[in-house]
């Protein structure tokens, strides 16, 4: 069982079982939202359970995701893939530590910001 939370508690979060590895995102999209780049956990619902959620506000980003913040706080939770709604992506920031996991691969790196580095013996891929 994994624990979490957006900064303020008004959502939390369960996770059921292991967190897989995670990948960090450097869209455009991403590093707007977040104020960086984004890193986050696919995870099935059904290992998920949310309370609060009625804290939780959308942002249709595109036709294909939406993503969820603390109407409150502001924290980034979710990645939303609204055409797969058996699955969701949680931000590895908001999980208690120990999380027992790793970024395992980099995506859009053709967008990640001039000020950072990426580790090297990562998996990286330009989309």
Known sequence: MHKGSCLCGAVKIEVTGD???ADACHCNQCRKQSGHY???ADLPTSAVTISGAEHIRWYQS???VRRG???TC???LF????MHPDKIAIAMGCFDQPTGTKIWSHIFVADKGDYYEIEPDVLQRDQ
């Open 19 to 21: 967190l897989p590895e």
């Open 38 to 40: 984004w890193a986050s």
């Open 62 to 64: 595109s036709e294909k």
């Open 69 to 71: 913040f603390c109407e």
């Open 74 to 76: 502001g924290s980034f």
């Open 79 to 82: 990645w939303d893939p609204v």
